[in-house]
């Protein structure tokens, strides 16, 4: 406990994807309490600094670059979870880690081209939207038709990276990532983050093209697929993916949404081979200036020896500008056993 508290009041880094003559230090801190609504219940904290400086304050001539740094700690109470969903009804719980690299490298753009090189984490880049961003189910923002199969760089390891992103127009955007085959965890060894090993742990390659448009309302349609060359096994597998993501009524203070997710991945090779999701947003029915967002979120998901299916409802309301509260029901269904859930979060902005 002492060891949390001497690195809250340090400094703790998470970093942005984007590449802009920018320079700045970010503080963020997202603390949770979790209930069974029974005798079971936990603490799990999040703590981050996101920085980020340009190359040109470097030197004047070195234009178009950033160098990003984001650093996470993670700590819980009890190191046994209350649920013992597959998905995970929190997005931030993990074991208690003192520090890793989330990012950490450097980015360099042209006028319609980004390249990064370094150490990375897939969530920077990948399903995390306006709309997926506001739920605290862990596949919201990531499907389990990756993170359970693949040993990828998800949240919160990382592993070495070259990332690119091409965008030709304003509505159109490609993504590409080619990691090291294994995100290693850095709680044995801090450096592990950065081994690369293709021989023994092959390579991850994640591709994305999404579309935005703004004719018939704000929308954000994605298809992605991501590739395991297994290394010296030289096996590999795969996952594909689609999201959608749209407005149906917006204005200065109110806008309603839904989204919609899927994903597979061949059911021989994974412990996970389908995933699907429904949600609904709505901003600004209680406060102006879409200060509050309501969600509601389905969800299931195919697995070797079970089914999972999840409902979350959420609330999230911003106090001010640093500080947000968020309250969130699950209920979640594996096989024939039903449960619930709750947690309250708070987040610090600083």
């Known amino acids: 406990m002492k060891r949390w508290i001497i690195i809250a009041l340090g400094l703790m880094i998470t970093g942005t994807t984007a590449a802009q003559d920018t320079t700045y230090i970010t503080v963020e801190y997202h603390t949770e309490v979790q209930t069974n609504f029974g005798k079971k219940y936990n603490w799990v904290n999040l703590l981050s600094l996101m920085g980020e400086l ?97 040993p990828l760089a998800n949240y919160p390891l990382s592993a070495v990276c070259l990332h690119v992103e091409y ?86 203070q109110i806008e309603i949404g839904f989204l919609i997710q899927g994903g597979m991945a061949p059911p021989v090779k994974n412990e996970c081979s389908f995933y699907y999701a429904a949600g609904a947003y709505f901003a600004g029915l209680l406060t102006k200036q879409k200060k509050d967002k309501l969600g509601i979120y389905f969800n299931g998901a195919t697995f070797t020896n079970t089914k999972e299916q999840t409902m979350e409802i959420t609330w999230q309301y911003q106090i001010i500008d640093a500080i947000v509260i968020q309250p969130a029901f699950h209920c979640i269904r594996m ?11 708070v987040i610090f902005k600083v």
């Open 54 to 150: 340009s190359s040109e304050k470097i030197h004047k001539r070195w234009k178009n670059g950033n160098f990003n740094i984001d650093l996470i700690s993670t700590y819980k109470i009890f190191d046994e979870r209350i649920a013992y969903d597959l998905m995970e009804f929190s997005n931030i719980e993990e074991e208690n880690m003192i520090i890793n690299p989330f990012l950490l490298g450097y980015t360099h753009r042209w006028e319609r081209v980004s390249l990064f090189g370094g150490v990375r984490n897939v969530n920077l880049d990948y399903f995390a939207t306006p709309y997926t961003s506001l739920f605290t189910n862990s596949s919201a923002g990531i499907f389990p038709t990756l993170s359970i199969n693949l």
């Open 167 to 252: 965008q030709p127009t304003e509505k159109w955007l490609f993504k590409s990532s080619l990691y090291n085959g294994i995100a290693h965890d850095s709680r044995k060894n801090p450096l592990r983050s950065f081994i690369i090993n293709p021989r023994e742990d092959g390579m991850i390659s994640i591709s994305e093209l999404k579309y935005t448009q703004n004719k018939f309302g704000k929308g954000i349609y994605s298809l992605g697929i991501a590739v395991h060359a297994l290394g010296k096994q030289y096996k590999t597998t795969y996952s594909l993916w689609g999201t959608i993501e749209q407005a149906v009524f917006n204005n200065d």
């Open 335 to 345: 096989g024939s056993e039903t449960s619930f859930y709750g947690l309250f979060r």
